[in-house]
């Protein structure tokens, strides 16, 4: 009496499964989807804020531009309240002299605080960068 063992049976396949290449190909493809997408969000959303950004300097330079000319209105206000004391060229002559010896300050204290500033070499990092070489060589620092 011989008795055969049935061979293993295969499990069994659905073909409604996706392979395993299958799978990877559309998550690849999902992925990339999804990647554009996001970028696409942020081209929109760095567009947006650009634009506003754009708006709000050009507000400023609105407000600068209106700052600017009240200035000369106060200016011209001077001039003339001066003039009610003295000759209207002598109070504009006046007024000008102030403005420019104001300018002529401005610009030497301007002058002194880029001088101040030059080199515009970052010295502190570029000492801290070589002391670091310095240490890596094995040197003492």
Known sequence: MSTSIPPPSSPPTDSTEPTLGALVHDLTQQTSALV???VELAKAELAAKGKAAGVGAGLFGAAGLLAFYGGAVLIAAVVLLLALVLPAWAAALIVAAVL????ALAGVKGKGKVTEAAPATPERAVAG???DVDTLKGGHA
């Not at 420019?100 to 300018?103: C, I, K, L, P, S």
């Open 36 to 38: 554009r997408g996001e």
């Open 100 to 103: 420019f010896v104001a300018a």
């Open 129 to 131: 960068l070589k002391q």
